[in-house]
């Protein structure tokens, strides 16, 4: 059985609702960048939002979160439907749109591990799950803009959203599970993805060195 959200810890809880925002604000922000109108970007910011969420429940065997609560889905269509309004702003809509994916990425990587683990998944399940629930909503997102998914690049998306999601589940295994664990896994995420964006820090692919650091241009 899924596990209600009435059921999830508060910092939990908080984690998904942050999460719903940031990721279908970058979704929004994507479709914005491609030009799609009013309808496209708030599809795009749905998707985004609980598209990693709807896989992981797939493979959990559970029925699909939103389909019987639909706050998420409404909250991601509001967030969606407002980003429309602010990118008129002179915004730098680009950066934001990677930094608030940043964020989303750190926050689902959380809550996916707990409620993989609160369905009775193994450890390593669970540090899996959480990793395609943080990776999910992005790879949809770039997939209906046209965009070759990040985590095909070479960059470090999916890299961090394990090291979180792994962190969490480690913690949870060895009785350290709580706020302190909830937030030290977050900040591993967002951690590792934020040095990676900003000193533009990918793996390398083959005939490459592992880890390559980008030059900026002078």
Not at 16 to 27: E, L, N, P
Not at 114 to 127: N, S
């Amino acid at each position: 059985m899924h596990m209600p959200v009435d059921d999830l810890s508060p910092v939990i809880t908080v984690l998904m609702y942050f999460g719903d925002i940031v990721f279908a604000v970058s979704g929004a922000l994507a479709a914005a960048h491609n030009r799609m109108d009013v309808l496209g970007i708030v599809l795009i910011g749905i998707v985004t939002g609980i598209g990693g969420g709807t896989m992981r429940d797939i493979l959990l065997g559970h029925a699909v979160w939103w389909v019987q609560n639909p706050d998420e889905l409404v909250l991601c269509a509001v967030a969606a439907f407002a980003t429309y309004f602010v990118r008129r702003i002179d915004l730098a809509h680009a950066d934001a749109a990677v930094w608030a994916d940043a964020l989303g990425l750190a926050a689902f990587s959380v809550t996916g591990v707990h409620v993989a683990l609160h369905a009775g998944a193994p450890i390593i399940v669970a540090a899996f799950l959480g990793m395609l629930t943080a990776t999910g909503g992005g790879v949809i997102r770039d997939l209906l803009t046209g965009t070759r998914p990040m985590i095909l690049t070479g960059e470090i998306y999916a890299t961090a959203a394990l090291a979180g999601a792994a962190s969490c589940a480690a913690l949870w295994r060895y009785g350290l599970s709580g706020p302190l664990a909830d937030f030290t896994a977050f900040a591993i995420a967002f951690a590792i993805r934020g040095a990676a964006i900003l000193f533009r820090v990918r793996l390398g692919v083959a005939g490459e060195p592992m880890i390559v650091t980008k030059r900026r241009a002078s």
